[in-house]
């Protein structure tokens, strides 16, 4: 099975823009969740979707959302982009959305904002 | 709320010696324990888990990890280190009802010299 993908791989944008970030599951994965990388907060969770839901949602505020589509894709949008939103943005994938099933990573998408 | 701690930021150590990377966790109700790794660049790669069980948990690429009740701990370990083995380790726990998500830890950077 192919693995997660996450499009595009870089991004650089500026402060004040917005950004949309895609992730495709492993096929037959149904939940999608979220993560921001930084070098100094490391791994937090953003959210999670499960059949098209938002099942858990971590502590950032508004400017990021996301969904899901009935295909399980998912995107993350982030508004009015801040300098402190620069990191990697990983999308992982798993059968169901409860515990204890194994979360599949992405290679990521890296942020840069100018 | 669920925590996990990885005390030490780095690790290191020859290859062909055995290698530990610590973990403690704080979750209520039963854990259920995650190891990923991470090399440089790419996205967080499933190395094993602990549900329930034998507390002695084999993963890939030789890992294994001992899961301690008394002590919340899961460390990770391999009899014999290898210097592809040099990667940032992330260990991650989930409690065992709901929708909950992981947590993980801060990130342990193994460091394998030949």
């Known amino acids: 099975k192919a693995g997660v993908t996450q499009t595009p791989r870089y991004l650089i944008k500026t402060r004040g823009q917005q950004v949309t970030l895609s992730c495709s599951p492993i096929s037959g994965h149904r939940s999608v969740s979220w993560y921001q990388q930084t070098p100094g907060q490391g791994l937090q969770f953003l959210f999670e979707?499960?059949?098209?839901?938002?099942?858990n949602k971590g502590n950032f505020p508004g400017r990021f959302s996301g969904r899901q589509f009935s295909n399980s894709r998912s995107e993350m949008n982030v508004s009015t982009l801040e300098l402190g939103d620069s990191a990697l943005y990983l999308c992982?994938?798993?059968?169901?959305?409860?515990?204890?099933?194994?979360?599949?990573f992405g290679p990521g998408t890296r942020l840069l904002v100018l | 709320a669920q925590s996990v701690a990885q005390p030490e930021d780095q690790v290191n150590v020859a290859e062909g010696n055995p290698l530990t990377v610590k973990c403690t966790y704080s979750?209520?109700?039963?854990?259920?324990l995650f190891w990923y790794v991470q090399y440089p660049n790419r996205g967080l790669q499933f190395l094993l888990k602990y549900i329930t069980g034998d507390n002695l948990v084999k993963g890939s690429y030789g890992f294994e990890a001992e899961f301690n009740k008394s002590q919340t701990s899961f460390h990770l370990k391999k009899p014999s280190a290898l210097v592809s083995d040099s990667a940032l380790y992330f260990c991650a726990v989930s409690a065992g009802s709901g929708y909950s998500t992981l947590t993980f830890g801060k990130g342990t950077m193994l460091l394998v010299s030949p």
């Open positions: 992982a994938s798993s059968l169901e959305a409860s515990p204890p099933e194994t979360q599949y």
């Open positions: 979750v209520s109700g039963n854990p259920y």
């Open positions: 979707y499960f059949s098209e839901t938002q099942r």
